[in-house]
């Protein structure tokens, strides 16, 4: 292993470098950072020589100030809610931090080049998301980009997920809460009957619901 080069007093983007310190892991040389802001924080090496930190944090929220100005998303200090829905998408495939990053960036959930770093792009690409949608990957496996995205309700969105009940049934493939649209019979009722009570599958959408006092459960 090389000898690491001192690069105290080097400045990296908003960050100077102060001194060598310790970190969590003991292959990687970390450095104690001086932002331009004011803050201090703990940089890898190769995070810094490679450009992937060059702040505390505060020039990536001055970026999408910047952005967030120059394309005219706010309406009386409110953000459109198409700008609201862009930058969570960026927080939740990019930001360790955020609670849904390890069902999207952890997995390896991506954002195409040319809407990571662009609003406008994005928004010329979508348009406007229309009342009581939200933004919807076609195919779960694959990233946000142009040809896997839609504006989706939440029920669409919802007999999307990954964690969906798939049930094949006379030929018929469809999440269960679609199978209960397609039959009539309550969602609730229908879980229900196929796992607490384990009825077939042909029972469960075919047995009219009957109504019971309110001591009892419509099976």
Avoid at 177 to 197: C, E, I, T, Y
Wanted: proline share 2%.
């Amino acid at each position: 292993m090389g000898k690491t080069v001192d690069v105290t007093g080097q400045r990296f983007g908003r960050l100077v470098v102060i001194g060598r310190t310790k970190g969590p892991n003991h292959h990687n040389a970390y450095w104690e950072c001086q932002c331009d802001c004011g803050k201090t924080v703990i940089v890898t090496s190769a995070h810094l020589s490679h450009g992937d930190t060059k702040s505390c944090g505060c020039l990536k929220i001055d970026v999408m100030k910047q952005q967030f100005a120059t394309h005219g998303e706010s309406r009386g200090g409110i953000k459109t809610r198409e700008y609201r829905i862009w930058i969570a998408m960026r927080e939740r495939c990019y930001c360790p931090t955020n609670a849904a990053y390890q069902d999207y960036g952890g997995r390896g959930i991506t954002i195409s080049e040319n809407w990571l770093n662009s609003f406008g792009n994005f928004l010329s690409d979508m348009g406007r998301a229309p009342k009581g949608h939200t933004i919807e990957r076609k195919d779960n496996s694959k990233g946000y980009s142009k040809d896997n995205c839609v504006w989706a309700t939440y029920k669409q969105q919802n007999n999307n997920r990954r964690d969906n009940i798939i049930i094949t049934h006379d030929d018929k493939t469809m999440t269960i809460s679609q199978w209960a649209d397609d039959s009539g019979v309550n969602l609730a009722v229908l879980r229900q009957r196929l796992n607490r009570l384990g009825w077939s599958m042909e029972k469960a959408i075919k047995t009219p619901v009957r109504s019971y006092s309110r001591k009892d459960v419509s099976i």
